[in-house]
Nanobody
Framework: SQLVESGGGLVQSGGSLRLSCAASGITLPYHVIGWFRQAPGKEREGVAC????????AYADSVKGRFTISRDSTKNVMYLQMNNLKPEDTAVYYCAAEVRLSGQCELNPDVYDYWGQGTQVTVSS
């Protein structure tokens, strides 16, 4: 099972990026999924998560109204649309999926089983 992120890069403050995460060996439409980030010297933090079975999503307060998590069932890909980016959003971003297929999603990275390799997002001021 493998997750591969793409779409990171350098963007000016106020700009947008869309991160993609392609899955193999995991059927994303059925799993609880999440996006996380880790800035230098900081712990990994949850950004957004989604549970299709529960019909719910969750976002960190710092990104609410700016980031949107989604998935394309036909392509087995998940996305993180990031708008109005700020310098404090600079981090390595990771996609993740749980073995669990049901229940509410969590922004706690410890409960996720599958991880991508990460993609760098840098926002300049």
């Amino acid at each position: 099972s493998q997750l591969v992120e793409s779409g990171g890069g350098l963007v000016q403050s106020g700009g947008s990026l869309r991160l993609s995460c392609a899955a193999s060996g995991i059927t994303l439409p059925y799993h609880v999924i999440g996006w996380f980030r880790q800035a230098p010297g900081k712990e990994r933090e949850g950004v957004a998560c989604d549970s299709r079975s529960a019909g719910t999503t969750a976002y960190a307060d710092s990104v609410k109204g700016r980031f949107t998590i989604s998935r394309d069932s036909t392509k087995n890909v998940m996305y993180l649309q990031m708008n109005n980016l700020k310098p404090e959003d600079t981090a390595v971003y990771y996609c993740a999926a749980e073995v669990r297929l049901s229940g509410q999603c969590e922004l706690n990275p410890d409960v996720y089983d599958y991880w991508g390799q990460g993609t760098q997002v840098t926002v300049s001021s």
